[in-house]
């Protein structure tokens, strides 16, 4: 199955959701009038869009309406996906792994699917013919070693673990310099998923950090927040909450194939600015998809 036939398999829920409530406005259709366009924006609100971005795209659309003289259905939606196309599109795609070891920071809370994308990450990686190295920072949570380590050996990665308490940054010290020794094209790094405490989260973000820019001051470098589509308007603040804690370079989308709430993706990245670079669409090892925002809007629009 092809990525764009597994994503339209895998937004099923949001789309139904999506169209039904814009092709409810659109089954009464008269004309192109300010009573259409807030139809349109309570939609779009009411598809986990987000108060703001649902907003604006009305906004973009009201205007263009009245500057190409939209008079018809289909060209109006048509107008409405390029509006929210341009508001998620960015110029950054794909990950930045030219210097090697390339490192990945991945946040997120506990839940979200954090260990599951970075072992469908690595896998990726791997088949691309990169050497990975996987690091087990999440020293905090009970278990979170011994899940990461089952995918681990299932990608045939190398996994760099200390034991439950220790220092997260000691772990990342070790993987680096392991990453070194094995001359891996990218060392990945769980973190530990506390929001509940933020103060710890910062701090303890920033020493591993302080280490990874210590010891590979030229490698590049990408933080990836981990994201549960189920969570809906939810997702937008932890969003916010780690754009607090340390500088988010992607963002990871999971579980949306479970989920009629996809249209947050859309709020999140115009409210947040940041890219979309993997998107979680089942639950097999190669369910994991680089974002491709026009499969993404065909698929749920």
Request: proline share 1%; net charge negative.
């Amino acid at each position: 199955m092809g990525f764009f036939d597994k994503l339209k398999r895998g937004l099923g829920k949001t789309k139904e959701s999506i169209n039904e409530k814009i092709n409810n406005v659109f089954s009464t259709f008269r004309k192109v009038d300010e009573e259409l366009l807030e139809e349109l924006e309570e939609a779009l609100i009411m598809s986990d869009v987000g108060m703001d971005a649902s907003v604006q795209i009305i906004d973009n659309l009201r205007t263009r309406a009245k500057r190409e003289k939209i008079e018809s259905e289909e060209d109006l939606k048509i107008a409405l996906r390029d509006e929210i196309k341009k508001m998620m599109e960015m110029s950054d795609e794909g990950l930045n792994l030219e210097n090697k070891p390339a490192v990945i920071l991945v946040v997120g809370v506990n839940g979200v699917g954090k260990t599951t994308s970075i072992g469908k990450i690595a896998n990726r990686l791997k088949k691309d013919g990169k050497k990975v190295v996987i690091a087990a920072a999440d020293t905090f949570r009970a278990a979170a070693t011994e899940q990461i380590e089952i995918w681990a050996d299932r990608v045939n990665c190398e996994l760099i673990k200390k034991d439950e308490g220790s220092d997260p940054a000691s772990v990342v010290y070790d993987a680096v310099n392991k990453a070194k020794e094995e001359n891996a094209d990218v060392l990945i790094c769980d973190t530990a998923g506390r929001l509940h405490n933020k103060k710890n989260l910062m701090d303890e973000l920033a020493k591993i950090q302080k280490v990874i820019d210590k010891e590979l001051p030229d490698s590049s470098k990408e933080v990836l927040l981990v994201i549960d589509g189920t969570t809906g308007q939810n997702a937008i603040q932890q969003v916010k909450a780690f754009k607090e804690a340390t500088h988010i370079t992607g963002l990871v989308l999971t579980k949306l194939d479970g989920t009629a709430k996809g249209g947050v993706v859309i709020g999140i990245v115009s409210e947040n600015k940041i890219p979309v670079k993997f998107i979680g669409v089942g639950e097999q090892i190669d369910d994991m998809e680089v974002f491709n925002l026009d499969d993404f809007l065909k698929a749920i629009i």
